[in-house]
Protein backbone atom coordinates (compact mmCIF):
# COMPACT_ATOMS: atom_id res chain seq x y z
CA UNK A 1 0.00 0.00 0.00
CA UNK A 2 1.69 2.91 -0.84
CA UNK A 3 1.39 6.04 1.69
CA UNK A 4 0.04 9.20 0.48
CA UNK A 5 2.57 11.28 3.00
CA UNK A 6 5.92 10.38 4.46
CA UNK A 7 5.41 7.96 7.69
CA UNK A 8 6.96 9.55 10.85
CA UNK A 9 9.87 7.46 12.58
CA UNK A 10 11.03 5.67 9.14
CA UNK A 11 14.08 4.36 10.82
CA UNK A 12 12.01 2.95 13.68
CA UNK A 13 9.42 1.59 11.13
CA UNK A 14 12.23 -0.12 9.20
CA UNK A 15 14.12 -1.48 12.07
CA UNK A 16 10.64 -3.57 13.10
CA UNK A 17 9.42 -4.27 9.80
CA UNK A 18 12.96 -6.50 9.61
CA UNK A 19 12.51 -7.37 12.99
CA UNK A 20 9.27 -9.19 12.17
CA UNK A 21 10.47 -10.54 8.92
CA UNK A 22 11.94 -13.28 11.08
CA UNK A 23 7.74 -14.06 12.37
CA UNK A 24 5.89 -14.83 9.55
CA UNK A 25 2.39 -16.12 9.03
CA UNK A 26 3.52 -20.07 9.83
CA UNK A 27 4.99 -18.94 13.43
CA UNK A 28 1.85 -17.27 14.31
CA UNK A 29 -0.48 -19.87 12.77
CA UNK A 30 1.07 -22.63 14.63
CA UNK A 31 0.74 -20.93 17.98
CA UNK A 32 -2.77 -19.82 17.02
CA UNK A 33 -3.65 -23.37 16.98
CA UNK A 34 -2.77 -24.34 20.14
CA UNK A 35 -3.23 -20.74 21.58
CA UNK A 36 0.24 -20.46 22.83
CA UNK A 37 2.02 -17.24 23.57
CA UNK A 38 4.46 -15.77 21.55
CA UNK A 39 7.46 -16.00 23.82
CA UNK A 40 10.26 -15.82 21.06
CA UNK A 41 8.54 -12.62 19.47
CA UNK A 42 8.27 -10.88 22.72
CA UNK A 43 11.81 -11.22 23.80
CA UNK A 44 13.31 -10.22 20.53
CA UNK A 45 10.84 -6.70 20.57
CA UNK A 46 12.11 -6.25 24.33
CA UNK A 47 15.82 -7.49 23.79
CA UNK A 48 15.83 -4.79 20.57
CA UNK A 49 14.52 -2.28 22.70
CA UNK A 50 10.83 -1.74 21.54
CA UNK A 51 8.68 -2.12 24.22
CA UNK A 52 10.72 0.33 26.64
CA UNK A 53 10.58 3.31 23.97
CA UNK A 54 8.43 5.08 26.40
CA UNK A 55 10.55 4.54 29.13
CA UNK A 56 13.04 7.73 30.00
CA UNK A 57 16.08 7.20 29.30
CA UNK A 58 16.81 8.32 33.17
CA UNK A 59 15.17 4.75 33.85
CA UNK A 60 16.87 2.96 30.87
CA UNK A 61 14.45 3.25 28.08
CA UNK A 62 14.64 5.37 25.09
CA UNK A 63 12.71 8.44 26.64
CA UNK A 64 10.63 8.71 23.19
CA UNK A 65 6.79 9.86 22.78
CA UNK A 66 3.83 7.88 22.17
CA UNK A 67 3.89 9.26 18.36
CA UNK A 68 6.84 6.76 18.42
CA UNK A 69 5.03 4.08 20.13
CA UNK A 70 2.35 3.93 17.58
CA UNK A 71 4.82 3.64 14.79
CA UNK A 72 6.42 0.63 16.68
CA UNK A 73 2.71 -1.10 17.05
CA UNK A 74 1.42 0.07 13.60
CA UNK A 75 4.30 -1.63 11.81
CA UNK A 76 4.17 -4.74 14.05
CA UNK A 77 0.08 -5.38 12.83
CA UNK A 78 0.98 -4.21 9.29
CA UNK A 79 3.90 -7.07 9.03
CA UNK A 80 1.01 -9.55 10.29
CA UNK A 81 2.22 -10.21 13.85
CA UNK A 82 0.62 -9.19 16.73
CA UNK A 83 1.40 -6.75 19.59
CA UNK A 84 -1.49 -7.52 22.01
CA UNK A 85 0.85 -9.85 23.73
CA UNK A 86 3.35 -7.33 24.65
CA UNK A 87 1.57 -3.78 23.98
CA UNK A 88 0.53 -3.68 27.70
CA UNK A 89 3.59 -3.02 29.38
CA UNK A 90 4.01 -0.03 26.70
CA UNK A 91 0.39 1.93 28.43
CA UNK A 92 0.64 0.17 32.05
CA UNK A 93 3.82 1.92 32.63
CA UNK A 94 2.65 5.09 32.05
CA UNK A 95 0.71 4.81 35.28
CA UNK A 96 3.92 3.86 37.46
CA UNK A 97 5.93 6.50 35.78
CA UNK A 98 3.33 9.55 35.93
CA UNK A 99 2.22 8.56 39.48
CA UNK A 100 4.42 6.29 41.64
CA UNK A 101 7.15 6.85 43.88
CA UNK A 102 10.64 7.72 43.01
CA UNK A 103 11.75 4.84 44.96
CA UNK A 104 8.92 2.44 43.32
CA UNK A 105 10.08 3.62 39.60
CA UNK A 106 13.84 2.95 40.56
CA UNK A 107 12.70 -0.33 41.27
CA UNK A 108 11.26 -1.34 38.67
CA UNK A 109 11.81 0.73 35.56
CA UNK A 110 15.24 0.35 34.80
CA UNK A 111 14.57 -3.52 34.93
CA UNK A 112 11.30 -3.46 32.75
CA UNK A 113 13.84 -1.64 30.14
CA UNK A 114 16.25 -4.16 30.76
CA UNK A 115 13.67 -7.09 29.89
CA UNK A 116 14.09 -8.64 33.61
CA UNK A 117 10.47 -7.66 34.49
CA UNK A 118 7.32 -8.11 32.56
CA UNK A 119 4.49 -5.36 33.61
CA UNK A 120 2.27 -7.03 30.83
CA UNK A 121 -1.21 -7.35 33.05
CA UNK A 122 -3.76 -4.85 33.58
CA UNK A 123 -6.24 -5.69 35.91
CA UNK A 124 -9.43 -3.30 35.80
CA UNK A 125 -12.48 -5.51 34.25
CA UNK A 126 -14.51 -7.33 36.38
CA UNK A 127 -17.56 -10.06 35.59
CA UNK A 128 -20.55 -7.85 37.81
CA UNK A 129 -19.13 -4.55 37.06
CA UNK A 130 -18.59 -5.01 32.77
CA UNK A 131 -18.00 -1.34 31.90
CA UNK A 132 -19.00 0.25 35.13
CA UNK A 133 -16.02 0.15 36.34
CA UNK A 134 -17.17 2.39 39.84
CA UNK A 135 -18.80 -1.15 40.55
CA UNK A 136 -15.82 -2.85 40.79
CA UNK A 137 -16.26 -4.89 44.04
CA UNK A 138 -12.68 -6.55 44.34
CA UNK A 139 -11.03 -5.17 47.36
CA UNK A 140 -8.13 -3.99 49.29
CA UNK A 141 -8.44 -3.58 53.24
CA UNK A 142 -5.18 -2.23 54.78
CA UNK A 143 -4.09 -4.46 57.72
CA UNK A 144 -0.56 -3.26 59.27
CA UNK A 145 1.68 -2.94 56.41
CA UNK A 146 0.02 -4.83 53.79
CA UNK A 147 -3.24 -4.90 52.13
CA UNK A 148 -5.60 -8.08 51.83
CA UNK A 149 -7.11 -8.22 48.62
CA UNK A 150 -10.33 -9.96 47.51
CA UNK A 151 -12.38 -10.15 44.44
CA UNK A 152 -12.71 -11.68 41.35
CA UNK A 153 -11.55 -10.09 38.12
CA UNK A 154 -12.29 -11.22 34.17
CA UNK A 155 -10.17 -11.00 30.76
CA UNK A 156 -7.14 -9.97 32.35
CA UNK A 157 -5.08 -10.45 29.76
CA UNK A 158 -1.00 -12.38 29.61
CA UNK A 159 -1.53 -12.57 33.41
CA UNK A 160 0.43 -16.02 33.10
CA UNK A 161 3.03 -14.10 31.26
CA UNK A 162 4.07 -11.17 33.17
CA UNK A 163 5.88 -10.37 36.74
CA UNK A 164 3.82 -7.55 37.38
CA UNK A 165 0.58 -6.46 37.56
CA UNK A 166 -1.16 -2.76 37.60
CA UNK A 167 -4.43 -3.91 39.46
CA UNK A 168 -7.58 -1.51 40.07
CA UNK A 169 -9.60 -2.28 43.43
CA UNK A 170 -11.73 -0.79 46.11
CA UNK A 171 -10.77 0.74 49.11
CA UNK A 172 -13.59 2.42 50.20
CA UNK A 173 -16.96 0.65 49.24
CA UNK A 174 -18.68 2.69 46.61
CA UNK A 175 -21.82 3.46 48.61
CA UNK A 176 -19.53 5.71 51.50
CA UNK A 177 -17.67 7.82 48.44
CA UNK A 178 -18.85 11.27 47.51
CA UNK A 179 -18.70 10.32 44.02
CA UNK A 180 -18.61 6.45 42.66
CA UNK A 181 -15.13 7.49 40.93
CA UNK A 182 -13.38 7.53 44.42
CA UNK A 183 -12.48 4.97 46.84
CA UNK A 184 -10.92 3.12 44.25
CA UNK A 185 -6.72 2.23 44.12
CA UNK A 186 -3.77 1.07 42.53
CA UNK A 187 -1.65 -1.31 43.39
CA UNK A 188 1.14 -2.78 41.91
CA UNK A 189 1.11 -6.98 42.19
CA UNK A 190 4.22 -9.42 41.95
CA UNK A 191 2.45 -12.08 40.43
CA UNK A 192 5.47 -14.50 40.82
CA UNK A 193 4.78 -14.24 44.41
CA UNK A 194 0.92 -13.95 44.94
CA UNK A 195 0.43 -16.66 42.52
CA UNK A 196 -1.09 -19.76 44.53
CA UNK A 197 -0.98 -17.58 47.86
CA UNK A 198 -3.78 -15.92 47.45
CA UNK A 199 -3.64 -15.48 43.39
CA UNK A 200 -5.45 -18.31 40.72
CA UNK A 201 -5.22 -17.47 37.27
CA UNK A 202 -7.62 -19.33 35.34
CA UNK A 203 -7.20 -19.16 31.38
CA UNK A 204 -10.11 -18.34 28.92
CA UNK A 205 -10.13 -19.70 25.03
CA UNK A 206 -11.13 -16.84 23.09
CA UNK A 207 -11.99 -16.76 19.18
CA UNK A 208 -8.11 -15.18 19.19
CA UNK A 209 -4.59 -16.20 20.68
CA UNK A 210 -5.05 -13.29 23.09
CA UNK A 211 -3.57 -15.08 26.82
CA UNK A 212 -6.47 -13.69 28.68
CA UNK A 213 -7.44 -15.11 32.14
CA UNK A 214 -9.75 -14.65 35.14
CA UNK A 215 -8.07 -13.77 38.37
CA UNK A 216 -9.59 -14.68 41.75
CA UNK A 217 -7.99 -12.97 44.87
CA UNK A 218 -8.42 -14.91 48.15
CA UNK A 219 -6.77 -12.81 50.94
CA UNK A 220 -3.82 -12.01 48.73
CA UNK A 221 -1.62 -9.77 50.94
CA UNK A 222 0.32 -7.15 48.92
CA UNK A 223 2.60 -4.78 50.54
CA UNK A 224 1.26 -0.99 51.29
CA UNK A 225 4.68 -0.19 50.14
CA UNK A 226 3.11 -1.61 46.94
CA UNK A 227 0.25 1.44 46.51
CA UNK A 228 0.68 3.76 43.48
CA UNK A 229 0.34 7.27 44.34
CA UNK A 230 -2.37 7.97 47.02
CA UNK A 231 -5.01 5.63 48.33
CA UNK A 232 -8.69 6.77 46.70
CA UNK A 233 -7.64 8.35 43.88
CA UNK A 234 -6.70 4.90 41.46
CA UNK A 235 -9.40 5.83 39.13
CA UNK A 236 -8.23 8.54 38.32
CA UNK A 237 -4.60 7.40 37.65
CA UNK A 238 -6.06 4.40 35.47
CA UNK A 239 -7.82 6.91 33.51
CA UNK A 240 -4.84 8.76 32.05
CA UNK A 241 -3.41 6.04 31.28
CA UNK A 242 -6.13 4.82 29.00
CA UNK A 243 -5.86 7.55 26.87
CA UNK A 244 -2.48 6.54 25.98
CA UNK A 245 -3.92 3.05 25.52
CA UNK A 246 -6.80 3.75 23.46
CA UNK A 247 -4.60 5.69 21.04
CA UNK A 248 -1.54 2.70 21.05
CA UNK A 249 -4.47 -0.05 20.43
CA UNK A 250 -5.55 2.22 17.17
CA UNK A 251 -2.30 2.13 15.72
CA UNK A 252 -2.74 -1.15 15.78
CA UNK A 253 -5.71 -1.43 13.65
CA UNK A 254 -4.20 1.07 11.55
CA UNK A 255 -1.55 -1.55 10.99
CA UNK A 256 -4.58 -4.18 10.54
CA UNK A 257 -6.31 -1.85 7.55
CA UNK A 258 -2.88 -1.34 6.37
CA UNK A 259 -1.63 -5.23 6.09
CA UNK A 260 -5.66 -6.15 5.13
CA UNK A 261 -5.03 -3.75 1.93
CA UNK A 262 -1.68 -4.45 1.28
CA UNK A 263 -2.51 -8.20 1.12
CA UNK A 264 -6.47 -7.70 -1.11
CA UNK A 265 -4.34 -4.99 -3.44
CA UNK A 266 -1.90 -7.77 -3.79
CA UNK A 267 -3.89 -10.34 -4.82
CA UNK A 268 -6.57 -8.40 -6.96
CA UNK A 269 -3.61 -7.29 -9.42
CA UNK A 270 -1.97 -11.04 -9.73
CA UNK A 271 -5.56 -13.55 -9.41
CA UNK A 272 -7.00 -14.21 -12.90
CA UNK A 273 -10.76 -14.98 -13.56
CA UNK A 274 -12.74 -14.52 -16.37
CA UNK A 275 -9.48 -13.97 -18.38
CA UNK A 276 -8.30 -10.66 -16.46
CA UNK A 277 -7.14 -9.65 -13.08
CA UNK A 278 -9.80 -9.56 -10.76
CA UNK A 279 -8.93 -6.24 -9.78
CA UNK A 280 -9.70 -4.95 -13.08
CA UNK A 281 -13.52 -5.25 -11.95
CA UNK A 282 -14.51 -2.14 -10.40
CA UNK A 283 -16.69 -4.23 -7.68
CA UNK A 284 -13.39 -5.57 -6.47
CA UNK A 285 -11.66 -2.45 -6.47
CA UNK A 286 -14.29 0.03 -4.76
CA UNK A 287 -13.95 -2.26 -1.57
CA UNK A 288 -10.30 -2.14 -1.77
CA UNK A 289 -9.88 1.95 -2.63
CA UNK A 290 -13.16 2.44 -0.21
CA UNK A 291 -11.10 0.47 2.80
CA UNK A 292 -8.13 2.60 1.69
CA UNK A 293 -9.46 5.83 1.87
CA UNK A 294 -11.27 4.93 5.52
CA UNK A 295 -8.06 3.66 6.90
CA UNK A 296 -6.13 7.27 5.88
CA UNK A 297 -8.81 8.97 6.93
CA UNK A 298 -8.23 7.56 10.86
CA UNK A 299 -4.81 7.48 10.56
CA UNK A 300 -4.93 10.91 10.72
CA UNK A 301 -6.72 11.03 13.56
CA UNK A 302 -4.64 8.55 15.89
CA UNK A 303 -1.37 10.60 14.29
CA UNK A 304 -3.31 13.84 15.76
CA UNK A 305 -4.30 12.27 18.90
CA UNK A 306 -0.75 10.89 19.88
CA UNK A 307 0.68 14.63 19.03
CA UNK A 308 -2.01 16.07 21.64
CA UNK A 309 -1.05 13.40 23.85
CA UNK A 310 2.67 13.93 23.81
CA UNK A 311 2.19 17.82 23.49
CA UNK A 312 0.86 16.94 27.17
CA UNK A 313 -2.91 18.48 25.86
CA UNK A 314 -6.11 17.70 27.03
CA UNK A 315 -6.81 14.97 24.14
CA UNK A 316 -9.31 12.69 25.49
CA UNK A 317 -11.87 12.92 22.78
CA UNK A 318 -9.38 12.80 19.89
CA UNK A 319 -7.95 9.51 21.64
CA UNK A 320 -11.63 7.70 21.86
CA UNK A 321 -12.29 9.06 17.87
CA UNK A 322 -8.94 8.14 17.02
CA UNK A 323 -9.70 4.44 18.66
CA UNK A 324 -13.32 4.52 17.07
CA UNK A 325 -12.60 5.11 14.06
CA UNK A 326 -9.31 3.20 13.44
CA UNK A 327 -11.32 -0.11 14.52
CA UNK A 328 -13.68 0.28 12.35
CA UNK A 329 -11.97 1.23 9.70
CA UNK A 330 -9.81 -2.13 10.46
CA UNK A 331 -12.48 -4.13 10.53
CA UNK A 332 -14.02 -2.99 7.50
CA UNK A 333 -10.86 -3.81 5.86
CA UNK A 334 -11.05 -7.09 7.29
CA UNK A 335 -14.03 -8.14 6.11
CA UNK A 336 -13.28 -6.65 2.07
CA UNK A 337 -9.97 -8.46 2.34
CA UNK A 338 -11.95 -12.06 3.23
CA UNK A 339 -14.16 -10.99 0.19
CA UNK A 340 -11.21 -10.06 -2.04
CA UNK A 341 -9.78 -13.19 -1.51
CA UNK A 342 -12.90 -15.32 -2.23
CA UNK A 343 -12.48 -19.04 -0.74
CA UNK A 344 -8.70 -18.17 0.40
CA UNK A 345 -9.95 -16.03 2.62
CA UNK A 346 -10.97 -18.88 4.88
CA UNK A 347 -7.98 -20.52 4.57
CA UNK A 348 -5.62 -20.70 7.58
CA UNK A 349 -2.19 -20.45 5.18
CA UNK A 350 -3.36 -17.16 4.26
CA UNK A 351 -3.26 -15.54 7.79
CA UNK A 352 -6.44 -13.37 6.83
CA UNK A 353 -8.53 -15.11 8.94
CA UNK A 354 -6.68 -14.87 11.85
CA UNK A 355 -5.40 -11.20 11.17
CA UNK A 356 -10.13 -10.64 10.46
CA UNK A 357 -10.40 -12.41 14.04
CA UNK A 358 -7.90 -10.78 15.85
CA UNK A 359 -8.96 -7.40 14.59
CA UNK A 360 -12.20 -7.81 15.51
CA UNK A 361 -11.88 -7.79 19.00
CA UNK A 362 -10.83 -3.99 19.20
CA UNK A 363 -14.66 -2.80 18.65
CA UNK A 364 -15.29 -4.26 22.23
CA UNK A 365 -12.09 -3.68 23.65
CA UNK A 366 -10.33 -1.37 25.55
CA UNK A 367 -13.58 0.08 25.35
CA UNK A 368 -16.29 -0.66 22.96
CA UNK A 369 -17.72 1.62 20.33
CA UNK A 370 -20.84 2.64 22.53
CA UNK A 371 -19.00 3.77 25.32
CA UNK A 372 -16.70 6.15 22.96
CA UNK A 373 -19.73 7.20 21.26
CA UNK A 374 -21.57 8.46 24.76
CA UNK A 375 -17.85 9.74 25.71
CA UNK A 376 -17.99 12.17 22.49
CA UNK A 377 -21.93 12.92 23.14
CA UNK A 378 -21.89 14.25 26.56
CA UNK A 379 -17.58 15.69 26.05
CA UNK A 380 -17.68 16.73 23.22
CA UNK A 381 -21.24 18.25 22.08
CA UNK A 382 -22.54 18.61 25.72
CA UNK A 383 -25.74 16.39 25.69
CA UNK A 384 -27.05 14.82 28.99
CA UNK A 385 -25.70 11.79 30.56
CA UNK A 386 -27.46 8.50 30.24
CA UNK A 387 -25.56 6.75 32.70
C1 LIG B 1 -9.74 -10.72 24.56
C2 LIG B 1 -10.00 -9.67 25.60
C3 LIG B 1 -8.94 -9.12 26.31
C4 LIG B 1 -9.16 -8.20 27.33
N1 LIG B 1 -8.11 -7.76 28.09
C5 LIG B 1 -8.35 -7.01 29.20
C6 LIG B 1 -7.29 -6.72 30.13
O1 LIG B 1 -6.13 -7.09 29.93
N2 LIG B 1 -7.61 -6.01 31.25
C7 LIG B 1 -8.88 -5.59 31.53
O2 LIG B 1 -9.08 -4.97 32.57
N3 LIG B 1 -9.91 -5.85 30.65
C8 LIG B 1 -9.68 -6.55 29.52
N4 LIG B 1 -10.71 -6.87 28.65
C9 LIG B 1 -12.06 -6.41 28.96
C10 LIG B 1 -12.60 -5.36 28.01
O3 LIG B 1 -12.01 -4.11 28.28
C11 LIG B 1 -14.12 -5.37 28.15
O4 LIG B 1 -14.60 -6.58 27.59
C12 LIG B 1 -14.76 -4.20 27.45
O5 LIG B 1 -14.41 -3.00 28.09
C13 LIG B 1 -16.29 -4.33 27.45
O6 LIG B 1 -16.75 -4.60 28.76
P1 LIG B 1 -17.72 -5.86 29.02
O7 LIG B 1 -17.16 -7.03 28.33
O8 LIG B 1 -17.94 -5.97 30.47
O9 LIG B 1 -19.05 -5.46 28.29
P2 LIG B 1 -20.38 -4.85 28.94
O10 LIG B 1 -20.06 -3.68 29.78
O11 LIG B 1 -21.17 -5.95 29.53
O12 LIG B 1 -21.10 -4.33 27.62
C14 LIG B 1 -21.62 -5.23 26.62
C15 LIG B 1 -22.04 -4.42 25.40
O13 LIG B 1 -23.07 -3.50 25.77
C16 LIG B 1 -22.69 -2.18 25.45
N5 LIG B 1 -23.09 -1.26 26.53
C17 LIG B 1 -22.87 -1.40 27.86
N6 LIG B 1 -23.42 -0.36 28.53
C18 LIG B 1 -23.97 0.46 27.59
C19 LIG B 1 -24.68 1.71 27.65
N7 LIG B 1 -24.90 2.33 28.82
N8 LIG B 1 -25.10 2.26 26.49
C20 LIG B 1 -24.87 1.64 25.31
N9 LIG B 1 -24.21 0.47 25.19
C21 LIG B 1 -23.77 -0.11 26.33
C22 LIG B 1 -21.18 -2.18 25.31
O14 LIG B 1 -20.80 -1.19 24.37
C23 LIG B 1 -20.89 -3.59 24.82
O15 LIG B 1 -20.92 -3.64 23.41
C24 LIG B 1 -10.49 -7.75 27.59
C25 LIG B 1 -11.56 -8.26 26.84
C26 LIG B 1 -11.34 -9.22 25.87
C27 LIG B 1 -12.53 -9.79 25.13
Known sequence: MSEAQPQSYPEIREAVRRLCAAFPGEYWQALDRDRIYPTDFVRTLTEAGFLSVLIPEDYGGSGLGLGAATAVLEEIHRSGCNGGACHAQMYTMGTLLKHGSEAQKQAY?????????????????????????????????????????????????????????????RTTPREACAKPSDGMSVLLVDMREAEGKGLTIRPIRTMLNHATTELFFDDLQVPAANLIGEEGKGFRYILSGMNAERILIASECIGDGRFFIDRAAAYAKEREVFGRPLGENQGVQFPIARAYVQLAAAAEMVDKAARLFDAGQDGGTEANMAKMLASEASWYAADMCIQTHGGFGFAEEYDIERKFRETRLYQVAPISTNLILSHVATHALGLPKSF
Open 109 to 169: LPAIARGELRLQAFGVTEPSAGTDTTRIRTSAKRVGDHYVVNGQKIWISRAEHSDLMILLC
